[in-house]
């Protein structure tokens, strides 16, 4: 029988588009968002893996989530998470949520539009943000600045993966009601280049994906910890990076990456409008006690 660490795809956290637990993030703090990264990451090598039948990656998720709730067998790949979360007294609930986003993958294929495809980011994409921010104890009202910041992360990559995606898996995520308002067909996915009218559904979505960064443009100054306000920077800008780049790149022809270079120079760039978005915001929390 099939388990959840057999049909792991061999990729880490190193291999990501945007940083995972990086030495930004204090030491204390990345024990159990590397905990909850495997335990995602095994989930969805499941649901992406090409010859496993729906039915049998809704029994390894189910096993997954019986394991990390301590209802069922213990499983590795869920057994670090299960005690990293009882050490910090947290809920299991964003593993949860995003468990029921990799049984939708194994069900679902198609999207009717951007709203649908947002359903699906608000268990797939923003449960992460929320577990490292609850992980650091930050204030849930940050939840309203890292929820479009991990959709837009989440969207990016379906853009980037969009070939490969429909290629191995039949499962698009351009929602439809673009794909017709632009004249494109699924079927062009399976082309070595996009069509002029594909091209524009993807980048109609990548525009999309801009607003999201821009609705998500304050969130490192919210931010309590400092470091974790870094690193949220620095994905920030990461995401912008390849924004830019997704607006003159065709993703079936070309990897839409960014370069160690580039990543290197977004990093930095990250860091330092962070470290200038918290001086101005604690200058004028300053300014404001010296009013009278």
């Known amino acids: 029988m099939t388990t959840a660490t057999a049909a792991r795809s061999g990729k880490g956290h190193k291999d990501e588009n945007f940083p995972v637990a990086s030495r930004l993030v204090s030491p204390r703090h990345r024990g159990p968002i590397l905990a909850f990264y495997r335990f995602v990451r095994a989930a969805d090598d499941v649901a992406d893996h090409p010859t496993l039948a729906p039915d049998e990656k809704l029994r390894l998720l189910d096993a997954l989530e019986a394991a990390l709730t301590g209802k069922g067998p213990a499983d590795p790949e869920a057994e670090p998470l299960r005690q990293a979360l009882a050490e910090r007294g947290l809920s299991p609930r964003h593993a949860q949520d995003l468990l029921d986003a990799f049984r939708q993958d194994a069900r679902k294929t198609?999207?009717?539009?951007?709203?649908?495809?947002?359903?699906?980011?608000?268990?797939?994409?923003?449960?992460?943000?929320?577990?490292?921010?609850?992980?650091?104890?930050?204030?849930?009202?940050?939840?309203?600045?890292?929820?479009?910041?991990?959709?837009?992360?989440?969207?990016?990559?379906?853009?980037?993966?969009?070939?490969?995606?429909?290629?191995?898996?039949?499962?698009?995520?351009?929602?439809?009601?673009?794909?017709?308002?632009?004249?494109?067909?699924?079927?062009?996915?399976?082309?070595?280049?996009?069509?002029?009218?594909?091209?524009?559904?993807?980048?109609?979505?990548?525009?999309?994906?801009a607003g999201l960064l821009r609705q998500s443009a304050a969130f490192p100054s919210i931010i309590a910890d400092r470091r974790l306000a870094l690193e949220v920077a620095v994905i920030q800008s990461l995401a912008g990076s390849l924004v830019r780049k997704l607006r003159t790149h065709d993703p079936l022809s070309e990897r839409v990456h960014a370069t160690k270079p580039e990543a290197l120079i977004a990093a930095a760039a990250g860091v330092m409008k962070a470290i200038l978005q918290r001086t101005g915001r604690r200058s004028g929390r300053a300014q404001a006690k010296l009013t009278p």
């Open 110 to 209: 198609r999207y009717a539009d951007w709203g649908e495809l947002m359903g699906y980011c608000a268990l797939s994409a923003m449960p992460v943000g929320r577990f490292v921010l609850d992980v650091h104890g930050e204030d849930r009202r940050s939840w309203a600045a890292s929820d479009p910041l991990c959709a837009a992360l989440q969207v990016i990559n379906h853009l980037q993966d969009c070939a490969k995606d429909y290629r191995s898996l039949d499962r698009v995520y351009l929602p439809a009601d673009a794909l017709l308002r632009h004249g494109a067909r699924i079927e062009e996915l399976a082309a070595g280049k996009a069509s002029p009218a594909l091209l524009a559904v993807i980048r109609e979505l990548n525009d999309s994906c």
